[in-house]
């Protein structure tokens, strides 16, 4: 029996995932100029002709991984402003940060590190400096959001804010097995999001 677009569908993300994994794990361990598209197709353990079925090459596999990574962004972002007071959008922007990096700490690492390239690695500054105009845009809704609560200096309290999530997520990266996730969670709403107005 055929299967179904549903199921091609469904067998097609498979695979860009698998392969995505393996040049997120090389890309960090090797780097991605010293990562070839053979390296990516054996670790994923799949051909190199299925690879190029998605990807041309290896910039169009991280443009892909970058784009991934902005809606993933979004997304939390998203959901934080479909809620009502300004409060919980924070609350579910931490939530969603922190679970993100728990249970994908190699994922964060990867965009960390693509980030905080050189600007003359033409390559890399293109992907870098998408995802940090995304940072940008984040932070900007946040010092809207910040507004909202009435604090005194809504930017000053989003550099804040984002310095210790930022921290907090690398922290999680660095000491995977002994950060107090939970804990950190419920620290950072009650000393961001409980509306109290700093002075």
Request: charged content about 25%; some cysteine; hydrophobic content about 40%.
């Amino acid at each position: 029996m055929p299967r179904t677009p549903e199921e091609n569908e469904r067998i097609r993300q498979a695979a860009k995932e698998k392969i995505h994994t393996a040049a997120m794990t090389l890309f960090v361990k090797k780097g991605y100029h010293a990562t070839s598209i053979d390296d990516v197709a054996k670790f994923a353990q799949i051909s190199k002709g299925l690879l190029y079925n998605y990807y041309k090459g290896k910039e169009e596999l991280l443009a892909a991984m970058v784009q991934v990574r902005i809606e993933g962004v979004a997304e939390v972002m998203n959901a934080a402003l479909e809620l009502q007071s300004p409060a919980d959008q924070l609350r579910q922007i931490v939530a969603g940060a922190i679970d993100n990096v728990s249970a994908r700490p190699d994922i964060y690492r990867f965009f960390l590190n693509l980030q905080t390239q050189p600007e003359d690695d033409h390559i890399l500054a293109t992907y870098s400096s998408q995802l940090n105009e995304e940072s940008r845009k984040q932070f900007e809704v946040q010092v809207k959001i910040f507004k909202q609560l009435g604090v005194p200096s809504p930017r000053m309290r989003s550099l804040q804010f984002s310095a210790a999530l930022q921290g907090a997520m690398l922290m999680m990266t660095t000491y995977p097995g002994d950060f107090p996730v939970e804990e950190i969670k419920v620290q950072m709403m009650h000393e961001y999001c409980d509306g109290t107005i700093v002075e």
